[in-house]
């Protein structure tokens, strides 16, 4: 909401002097107008406005961190799938490499049993619900991502 209202400001401020960059500008005032709408009217309606409005700047929440390896839970919107994480390595001081993204069944928290980061392949070794065909019910079991570098 702060990098909403600060490009509000922005946009009063520096309205009339910048003419050909108006309609950026505007889509900050409308962005917290919609969010302002949204919380006022909560329910369902006010979520998917909400939702609509956050969506360009919300962040992906660190899960796990080992070295240069880090998992983010990855925000894929309001209606959508539980549990989707993505998987990059630091690489220098400033560059990401994207290995990818999985979807894990677990509610709380992930839980990331082992990690092997080689110079070929880096494997994940996780915590996952798997649906037990016998028992007809899910299953805590070890699930293993392999990505090649």
Not at 18 to 27: E, G, M, N, T, V
Not at 52 to 67: G, R, S
Not at 69 to 79: D, E, M, Q, S
């Amino acid at each position: 909401m702060s990098i909403v209202l600060t490009g509000f400001f922005i946009a009063i401020r520096f309205f009339k002097t910048l003419k050909w960059k108006r309609f950026y500008f505007s889509i900050y005032p409308f962005g917290c107008t919609l969010f302002i709408i949204g919380y006022i009217l909560k329910g369902m309606f006010g979520a998917i406005i909400m939702c609509v409005t956050m969506f360009p700047i919300v962040t992906d929440d660190l899960v796990y961190k080992n070295a240069d390896v880090r998992i983010f839970t990855k925000y894929t919107g309001l209606f959508s799938r539980c549990c989707t994480y993505s998987v990059s390595e630091k690489k220098y001081v400033f560059f990401e490499k994207y290995y990818g993204e999985f979807t894990a069944e677990v509610q709380s928290s992930l839980t990331i049993k082992n990690l092997d980061n080689t110079s070929k392949i880096l494997k994940i070794t996780f915590e996952d619900y798997v649906y037990n065909k016998t028992l007809k019910d899910m299953v805590l079991k070890d699930s293993t991502l392999v990505f090649k570098k």
